[in-house]
């Protein structure tokens, strides 16, 4: 039974050939002077030229945001803060078609996950954080904690307007102002978002949109005028800015690399186990931070389960990220499909054996196959270092004991999987697991209430729930 | 796309003497994989928002339409409204002559020959729920004899159902003996075993019984009297669809599936195909080996045939009551 192409259209998407930067209030030409270009990974067709922040941009940002926070925004109430917080949550849900075709062109993600995982998600967010702001007293945070000030926020490429809500909610529930810098691959959703801004008339300067690469974001890192950097990205990057912050004062979040462990006792409900690892690995073309990207699996089932994981992954549908019923898009840049066929190579170099479906890549674009790695060891670099691309290293075990020592041997502790019908077992597990999220008979769940952050190289800090708002907050003195 | 169930061997095996006693067939049945509530029914949710298009869409209707097994089972039935739904299953569109046949009519055992009559020659087979349909609830004697009867008078398919008080009291080896005991009484006929999943009460019952169906020799594993609510959703559809699959993998025998009961549109249709193409794979997108049963579905899909093929929806009007 093949499937007719059933395309979203792109015509409830009006892309202009250029972007301004967003600072107080307003788009307005960055004075660098400079532009990129973002283009559809899927067909490396050009989107839009977009302004580069240079060092005076982020200034007149940063300027903007620190008047508004001494201004409007930082007298106002939480329940007028919340309002505002509503009235963006509701234009989301309202242009979530329009948002959800735009994330898709733009990042190479499939329209169905930008559509029933991204943009509800983003939703969620600004909603749960509206909910937050007039009851900020009552987080456990102190009697009456207050905001930090200005922040430096700075996302990346993988979950655009996701990880911009995730950052923005919670920094304006709390009564802070934010400069936040998108990734430059993928900044066409930040500026729809400021154009929301403006459309739930947001006062000038507390939300304000710097685009660029990494000179953008390392000037707004480094900006003295800001209170609390928020950065998501690689653990090398964030390496970066922990020194840059270092003894300045500023307060820092960071939400780093993973290399997750999903790990299948012999007891587990197969066909559903199947299921969470392909989520976990093939979510968003496995562009995820939390993907579970280390499959241990107990050798007693190992050659159950992986025919039937092999099968399943048979029937992923890989291509045009508009189609509705594409499961994989696109890899997100050039750049990261490199990274990927290196370490894919290094894997296959190392003695493990690779195989993916008899699937056809597009011609024109970045693409990647989904790939499973057999015969994987700890000591292999795929095991140990994040690919961050729709490739999965599995691994066996014989006990649990030996289960949560591999799945702990990384330098990293984002998140894990654990998958038994035996409830006891799963408890022994998680608790014994040193991952930010630990996931029981599912995978990559998410949820505004529900706070995400790291142990070890993954970084430091939570976001979401009501340990999320201390990251936004200071103790009343 | 290509039939991948997994390899041979793989999936589990059924021991040999897997029936011998009633111990040896709940230690197999019980040492299956368990099912995942959470986790089947996120899967049939995903499933279900595949968009299924054009060339695609109208594809699938005609083959829905092959597989659907028109069905009254109503206390007042008449020989009369059998005959109607005979005409109807061999020429579904009297307008229109492109529309396929569907693949039986279904119907009480007393009214099987009347509904052979009126069928003979046209390809349509007759299907006819025997064994004290739809509770079940009879001596065995009985059950057999309803079967034979319903054979002889024409029936080249036997819906027959579980003894569900056998099976929720741990009695495996009755049904099993049930199962085997009518399939042997069957003859020729096919064996279409109802689970009713709607009192089985558990996805992990539901995933049990499939294979305790398959094993005891059904040609179809089917979900549901009609009776029952709820009767025939998609996970429970989707967990059948893994046990035939998987008993496939392990034999090489090739069980089929029957959903029944609440399956009234064409969008229920294309999810329960969709179902089929992704889980158990293409090699069971065919009447012999997939069937829709149902009384209310063929008409949507020939409303949604014509809308394709017209651009505009005819009225209910248009196409015959039964």
């Known amino acids: ?477 | 796309m290509t039939d991948t169930a997994p390899p041979p061997g793989t999936a589990a095996p059924s021991p040999p003497d897997a029936a011998a006693s009633n111990a040896a067939l709940r230690a197999f049945l019980h040492g299956l994989p368990g099912v995942d509530e959470v986790g089947v029914q996120a899967r049939a949710a995903d499933l279900a928002t595949r968009s299924i298009k054009t060339t695609a869409k109208a594809r699938a209707i005609d083959l829905a339409i092959r597989m659907v097994d028109l069905t009254t089972l109503e206390g007042a039935d008449t020989p009369g409204k059998v005959r109607a739904l005979c005409a109807k299953a061999v020429r579904p569109d009297p307008a229109d002559r492109s529309v396929p046949s569907v693949a039986a009519v279904c119907v009480y055992p007393d009214l099987a020959r009347t509904a052979a009559d009126a069928l003979a020659g046209s390809g349509v087979a007759v299907a006819s729920v025997a064994t004290a349909f739809p509770s079940g609830r009879a001596p065995l004697e009985a059950k057999l004899a309803d079967t034979r009867r319903a054979v002889a008078d024409g029936a080249a398919e036997i819906d027959m159902v579980i003894d569900r008080g056998a099976f929720l009291a741990g009695d495996y080896r009755a049904v099993h003996d049930q199962i085997t005991a009518v399939k042997e009484a069957c003859g020729p006929a096919h064996l279409k075993v109802i689970l009713e999943t709607g009192e089985l009460a558990t996805y992990d019952n539901v995933r049990r019984a499939s294979w305790l169906a398959i094993h005891a020799g059904a040609d179809f594993i089917k979900t549901s009297t009609g009776k029952v609510s709820p009767a025939a959703t998609l996970p429970v559809t989707l967990i059948m669809l893994e046990a035939v699959r998987d008993h496939h993998a392990a034999t090489g025998r090739r069980v089929g599936v029957k959903p029944a009961g609440g399956i009234r549109t064409t969008k229920d249709a294309l999810r329960n195909l969709v179902l089929v193409n992704e889980v158990a794979g293409p090699g069971w997108l065919d009447p012999a080996h997939f069937r829709l049963g149902a009384s209310s579905l063929l008409n949507d899909l020939l409303m949604q045939r014509t809308r394709l093929s017209t651009g505009s929806y005819p009225g209910p009007d248009y196409y015959t009551l039964d």
């Open chain 1, 1 to 477: 039974m093949e499937y007719a192409p059933a395309p979203e259209s792109r015509a409830v998407v009006s892309l202009r050939t250029s972007y301004e930067l967003f600072i107080d209030g307003e788009f307005t030409p960055a004075k660098s002077g400079e532009e990129l270009t973002t283009v559809n990974p899927a067909d490396e067709e050009p989107l839009a030229r977009v302004a580069v922040a240079g060092a005076a941009d982020i200034d007149r940002a940063v300027a903007a945001a620190r008047r508004a926070y001494e201004g409007a925004w930082g007298r106002m109430s939480g329940a007028e803060r919340g309002k505002y917080l509503f009235r963006i949550a509701r234009i989301i849900q309202e242009r979530s078609r329009e948002l959800a075709v735009l994330e898709s062109l733009d990042n190479g993600k499939p329209i169905k996950e930008t559509r029933d995982v991204d943009l509800p998600l983003v939703a969620a967010h600004f909603f749960y954080h509206a909910g937050w702001a007039d009851k900020l007293s009552h987080a456990g945070l102190g009697p009456a904690p207050r905001p930090l000030g200005v922040a430096a926020q700075v996302i990346p490429w993988n979950f655009p307007l996701l990880m911009l809500a995730w950052k923005i909610a919670p920094a304006l529930a709390t009564g802070n102002t934010v400069v936040l810098k998108p990734a430059e691959t993928t900044p066409l959703t930040a500026l729809a978002f400021a154009g929301i801004c403006q459309e739930a008339d947001l006062p000038p300067g507390v939300v304000n949109i710097v685009t660029g690469a990494g000179d953008t974001g390392r000037a707004l890192v480094a900006h003295p005028g800001t209170d609390k950097v928020a950065f998501t990205g690689s653990t090398e990057v964030g390496r970066e800015i922990a020194r840059a912050v270092a003894g300045t004062g500023k307060r820092l979040t960071l939400e780093l690399g993973g290399k997750g462990a999903n790990i299948v006792y012999d007891d587990a409900a197969l066909d559903q186990a199947v299921e969470g690892i392909v989520s976990g690995i093939f979510f968003n073309q496995g562009h995820v931070c939390c993907a579970g990207s280390r499959l241990l699996v107990q050798e007693s089932v190992a050659d159950e389960l992986l025919p039937r994981l092999r099968a399943r992954i048979e029937r992923l549908r890989l291509g045009d990220p508009l189609d509705k019923n594409t499961d994989i898009g696109a890899i997100n840049s050039a750049a990261q499909l490199d990274r990927i066929r290196e370490l894919a190579r290094a894997g296959a170099d190392e003695g493990a054996e690779s195989w993916s479906p008899a699937c056809r890549l597009p011609e024109r674009g970045y693409w990647f196959p989904p790939t499973v790695l057999t015969g994987v060891t700890q000591a292999h670099r795929v095991a140990r270092e994040e690919i961050f691309g729709p490739v999965l290293s599995v691994l066996t075990f014989r006990t649990p004991e030996e289960a949560v020592a591999k799945a702990n041997n990384t330098p990293y502790g984002l998140s894990a999987g654990v998958w038994t019908e035996k409830g006891s077992r799963m408890l022994w597990t998680a608790e014994r697991l040193r991952a930010g999220v630990v996931w029981s008979n599912t995978f990559n769940k998410f949820d505004p209430a529900s706070p995400f952050g790291g142990y070890k190289e993954s970084g430091y800090g939570r976001e979401g729930g009501r340990h999320g708002l201390e990251a936004y907050l200071v103790h009343a003195a």
